[in-house]
């Protein structure tokens, strides 16, 4: 099943995409009763909304080999784990800004998990069981600012710096996320292109191990790092993340200026 949510004269609404049809669910997306209600439009006609609105985003920084390579880093022997604020957070179609503080913003395509239980030190073997589904993200990076700083909170963090969506993919199992084509183009040029086969850390391990630390609620996300190719953005580029069975995130990029 996909999910995600919809912007209503109400605000915003969690819907299934359902045989072509958007439904209404109307337990929301972390009940125990996923069952889509009454039709309320076509899936064509609807632009989505960010799926997620978590409490935190933790994201995983070096989890494929090439892209350390490609930065002169070593492969971390552990996970190597940061924060994004929720304020990062855009939708399908939003645009991401570059900021005035930074000279080089770079994309990085990722898998997003998206957390479906409260769970706090789960094991790797029960850790799926949390797992609501998966959507695509964009880990929007400030590099220069990321190298400065003793720590990767402002190079990280600015508004915009988050695209999710377009849905959340339900239903999927570990072994069928553990391989999933991942691509992203600037302006229809490929610029990265791997498999989430090739993490170093799969993506149960990070359940555990950011569990271990913090305690993970409803609606939480947590990207999975990114391949190699990142490259630099500009304004009026056009950047599109694509998950093998997930979709396709695209979002325009625009000056802070």
Same mark, same amino acid.
């Given at each position: 099943? +996909?999910?995600?949510?919809?912007a209503t004269e109400e605000g915003f609404e969690w819907v299934a995409v359902d045989d072509g049809k958007i439904r209404r669910l109307p337990d929301g997306p972390f009940s125990d009763r996923l069952f889509p209600g009454v039709a309320i439009g076509a899936v064509v006609d609807a632009r989505p909304a960010s799926p997620v609105a978590p409490t935190k985003i933790v994201c995983v920084g070096r989890n494929?080999?090439?892209h350390a390579a490609e930065h002169g880093a070593d492969v971390p022997t552990e996970p190597l784990l940061?924060? +994004?604020p929720p304020s990062a957070i855009v939708g399908p179609g939003e645009e991401i800004v570059l900021p005035d503080?930074?000279?080089?913003?770079?994309?990085e395509a990722e898998l997003?998990?998206?957390i479906g239980r409260r769970c706090r030190g789960v %094991?790797?073997?029960?850790?799926?069981?949390?797992?609501?589904?998966? %959507?695509?993200?964009n880990d929007v990076t400030a590099r220069d600012l990321q190298r400065s700083d003793a720590q990767w909170t402002r190079g990280k963090g600015f508004d915009t710096f988050c695209p999710t969506g377009p849905w959340i993919v339900t239903g999927m199992s570990e072994e069928e996320v553990g391989d999933l084509g991942v691509r992203c183009t600037v302006n229809g040029m490929v610029r990265q292109?791997?498999?989430t086969s090739q993490m170093v850390f799969s993506p149960a391990f990070l359940i555990a191990w950011i569990t271990a630390v913090m305690t993970l609620e409803p609606g939480d996300l947590i990207l %999975?790092? %990114?391949p190699a190719g990142v490259s630099r953005l500009n304004p009026g580029d056009e950047v599109t993340v694509e998950i093998e069975g997930l979709g396709a995130l695209t979002n325009p990029v625009v000056s802070g200026k």
């Open positions: 099943m +996909k999910i995600g949510r919809i494929y080999v090439a940061f924060l +994004k503080l930074s000279q080089q913003v770079e994309h997003a998990l998206v %094991t790797a073997d029960r850790a799926w069981q949390h797992v609501l589904g998966v %959507t695509c993200a292109e791997a498999r %999975t790092g %990114t």
